[in-house]
């Protein structure tokens, strides 16, 4: 009989801790199609099994799991990586186990793997049994994401064997699961952006450093408006419908606009439920703005106006803004801000404005004050994030696509923004997830 040989040889995992306070965090999550993860029985089933669960354990015979992601569009180096899996309950009298973990040095098949075919890989320590109906956390891969990267190691992904098989079983979710949002997932933070809340805080316990840096973007400046992950043409009602899948907190009255129905099933809450303005006929289960590029915050007029990042004023054609779509960027009291990542912020509907194109701006300087200018008498921020599609110069508007900023949380492949822009949704705030 072949005999499966884990070869504990010279690889041992350096931990490194992640002082980045300024950095930006993409969260990956892959479904069925793009996620690798199976579980292989000693007995029972001796080939890969490729289901919606993932185990560990045995009783009297020993269930292993091998997962490995496809980092290929994550950030090239990261500060911190950490991986997720949900563990859930069987629902019998086994109880959970604590687990072998090794770096996979080689290769190994989704759909053909056998129990006893041999793979490598070095020996990284135990892990303590995981907790049912929680997430399980392994904190800090930054080290073998940064190797994977940096092509320092084959990316083979991980393997996970039970210490003990007494009727002992850790059972998570998988790729294959139906709710995305039990998926296995990667937490990657990087060097980048990091947006700050972008209007001073409103709140009474918020002073000082937190108008500047938000511990929370939901803790000021209601959201009234979101992102439509569906829009084909930037401000134009082309097909009369709103995605919203993200899970941002959202409260307070919409805006005008007009009433659309919300489709995708995603998670947005306006007050715990889809709220359409009774004034404008819209029923809950309605959002407003079709085709909406950015995010409206509730804003008195005069509310400070903050940078989200560090960056530059820039100036296209002319202008103080990206005429996203606008007319005339002069007729919307906007701003914008090159941060020299590829992300550029705009702010719109400022009455005041306190900068100038080519301005360097630190992050948290106010740039202006809230007002409502181009919306009449409905005053609120229009915060939007672009960012500089691959392969362009950045030197013209049509370099840059819509992205949220809030990240992007349904399955990895199927974020209709990225069907529209081409470019992948990333949460850019300091904690949105
Ligand atoms: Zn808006």
Known sequence: ?????????????????????????????????????MWLSSVYNNTVVDDDKLQVGGWGDWYRTLIQFDITDLPPVATSVDMY?????????????????????????????????????????????????SWYGILNITT?????????????????????????????????????????????????????????CSTPSCSGTENIVYTSPYTSGSIISVVDHSMDYVYSAE???????????????????????????GIFSLEGTYVGSPSDGCTTSYLNYDSHPGYDYKATYDTPVKSAAAGTVVNFGGQRCIPKGLSSCANMGAVGIDHGNGYITQYLHLDTIFVYSGNTITKGQ???????????????????????????SGTSVSDYKVVDPYGWKGEYDADPLEAVTGIKNVCLWQNCQ
């Open 366 to 392: 106010q740039i202006g004050l809230s007002g409502d200018i181009g919306i009449p008498n409905a005053p609120h921020l229009h915060f939007e994030v672009l960012k500089q599609a691959p392969g362009s």
């Open 1 to 37: 009989m072949k005999k499966s040989i884990f070869t504990a040889c010279c690889l041992s995992m350096v931990l490194l801790g992640s002082s980045s306070v300024y950095a930006d965090q993409v969260v990956f999550q892959p479904g069925s199609a793009q996620g690798k993860d």
């Open 144 to 200: 073998a994401y940064n190797w994977w990267k940096a092509g320092t190691y084959a990316n083979y992904g991980f393997a996970f064997l039970a210490t003990d098989n007494n009727n002992q079983f850790n059972v998570f979710r998988s790729s294959d699961y139906s709710d995305y949002r039990y998926r296995p997932k990667l937490v990657v933070t990087y060097n980048g952006a990091n947006l700050g809340f972008p209007l001073a």
């Open 239 to 265: 097909d009369g419908i709103v995605w919203a899948w993200t899970d941002e907190k959202g409260e307070g009255t919409p805006q005008n606009q007009g009433c659309y129905p919300k489709v995708g099933g």
């Open 85 to 133: 899996m949900y563990a859930y309950d069987c629902g019998d009298s086994s109880t959970s186990v604590s687990m072998i973990w090794y770096f996979l040095m080689s290769s190994w098949d989704e759909q053909t793997q056998d129990y006893y075919d041999p793979l490598s890989g070095g020996y990284l320590g135990v892990l303590p049994a995981p907790t049912p109906n």
